[in-house]
Structures are given as structure tokens and as C-alpha cells.
């Protein structure tokens, strides 16, 4: 079965860190683009990162420099590496698979992991 599960989210306290993962089965984390959403509470959905035609990743302004995605071949898992998190990261987050940036949607969702921040 083709799917991307995510996990890692929880509750942290702001200035903490928290690294989400995106298990990958069907095909190999590198086949296509990985990329990261989150929903706010009452929100639209945005992305956070995406992976560029070279394979680098880019993100989102208000994320740059804080969260690093990631991949491992040998796990067939991607990460998203969460540090100095702030009330605002509060949100349910989704891995994305066969998305890359500019594309308008990816061709597979994750069913999404929580993740709550105190002040």
C-alpha cells in the first residue's frame, strides 16, 4: 500500500523542540519530492517546506532557520526537525509525498500529527 504516516507531534513548551516523522511505504523516500504542511486552529493550511528540483529544501520565512526536513534512505523515512518552537508552530502537521516546490498539490497526504506549543 502507498502511503506516507507521520508521528513525533505532541505538546512542548515554547522554546523547545520536537522532530516529526514521515514514515514512507509503496516507494522510497527518494523517489519523489517530500514536502510539510501545517493547519493552525481555524486556519488555512500552509505549506512549511518544500523540496526544490535539486533536492534541497526550502521553507517557509517564518520557519527559516529553526526547522531542518530531512531524509533517511535506510529507514525509508523523512523528518522534520522542529527547534526554538514558539506558540504560533501550534498546528496539525502533514507530510506530503510526489510534491515539490511550485507544484499545486502533492499526490499523497499524510493523515497528519498534532503539534501543540505553551507560551
Known amino acids: 500500500e502507498v502511503q ?21 511505504s509503496g516507494f522510497t523516500v527518494d523517489d519523489y519530492g517530500i514536502g510539510w504542511f501545517r493547519q493552525p486552529p481555524g486556519k488555512e493550511r500552509e505549506e512549511v517546506s518544500c523540496e526544490s528540483t535539486s533536492g534541497r529544501p526550502n521553507y517557509v520565512d517564518s520557519v527559516k532557520g529553526r526547522f531542518t526536513a530531512s531524509e533517511d534512505k535506510a529507514k525509508n523515512t523523512a523528518y522534520l526537525q522542529m527547534n526554538g518552537l514558539k506558540p504560533e508552530d501550534t498546528a496539525v502537521y502533514y507530510c506530503a509525498a510526489d510534491y515539490l516546490c511550485g507544484d499545486a498539490q502533492p499526490g499523497l497526504w499524510g493523515q497528519g500529527t498534532l503539534v ?3 507560551s
Do not use: H, I, W, Y
Open 116 to 118: 501543540t506549543v505553551s
Open 4 to 24: 506516507v504516516v507521520e508521528s513525533g507531534g505532541g505538546l512542548v513548551q515554547a522554546g523547545g523542540s520536537l522532530r516529526l516523522s514521515c514514515k514512507v
